[in-house]
């Protein structure tokens, strides 16, 4: 019952952002869910007028955007995805974590561009990007060899006040 719960609480939020973001369906220069990629970039921390915490985020030579996040103080890279309902990690990563579900916990059903699979859902208690935090984040453990990267879903981007695709940056914003 409460993973129909959080599912439909994150469906509730993607009806919400999604077409805020629809312009950039077409757009050649959107992250595109998981494909490989190497190292991300440094982010750039920059205060904003409004006294908010923002980073902003170039895209790669292929149009990706990929952060380093903090997942409980240990770093992880995560390529932005905002496509993906939650942050989804790789078994090797989550286990890095100290996260090892055990099969009976792998009872979510996952999408992919590979089909579907079972996902193992958890929470992330402290996600943090530059100095934007955002604390208690729905995340998905997927199994071996289901994805390349870790993805930085709206679990995490719909808690922040603003995020935005411009002039080929994406704003991270709370």
Known sequence: MRSIVTFAGLALAASILVPRYAAHIGDPHAPLAMAARPQPPAV?????????????????GRGHFEVEAHIDGRPLNFMVDTG?????????????????????????????????????????????????????????????????????????LSRLRHFEYTDGKLVLEQ
Do not use: C, H, K
């Open 84 to 156: 993906a309902t939650v942050i989804a990690l790789t078994a090797a990563d989550a286990a890095r974590l100290g996260i090892r579900p055990a099969p009976r916990e792998f009872v979510a059903e996952v999408r992919t561009a590979n089909g579907t699979v079972r996902a193992a859902p958890t929470r992330l208690n402290r996600v943090e990007i530059g100095d934007l935090v955002v604390r208690d984040v729905a995340a998905l453990v997927m199994p071996d060899g289901a994805l390349s990267d870790n993805l930085l879903g709206l679990s995490f």
């Open 44 to 60: 750039n921390n920059a205060a904003n007028p409004a006294n908010s915490r923002s980073v902003v985020v170039p895209r790669d």
